[in-house]
């Protein structure tokens, strides 16, 4: 089950999140999503420093589903340049792993 990954993404906001996890759960993209509360992010774009609430969320999936859950963000997602960043899974409970991967198409 190395192939296993999360996927970070942030949002505008919750309904925005909402919308585009039920979205990859309902396209069978992703196995999960977690969407946690309000928080505050500072960048830099356009050459300004920017401040705003966002709310992130977290994917669970397979590895071989990034480019199109990527792609399906970018699709459903307010930003022009919306954060999608893969981190591996390195183990966990096997029987919620084996899980993971049988709710992916």
Known sequence: MDDLVLLYVTCADQDE??????ALVDERLVACANILGPMTSVYRWEGAVAED???AMIL?????MT???T???????????PCVIGLPIRGGNPEFLT????EVD
């Open 17 to 22: 999140a909402k919308t585009i996890a039920r």
């Open 71 to 81: 792609a399906r963000i970018k699709a459903l997602h307010s930003y022009d340049l």
């Open 53 to 55: 609430e966002e709310v």
């Open 67 to 69: 480019e199109r859950v």
């Open 60 to 64: 669970k999936t397979r590895g071989e």
């Open 99 to 102: 899980w993971l991967h049988g």
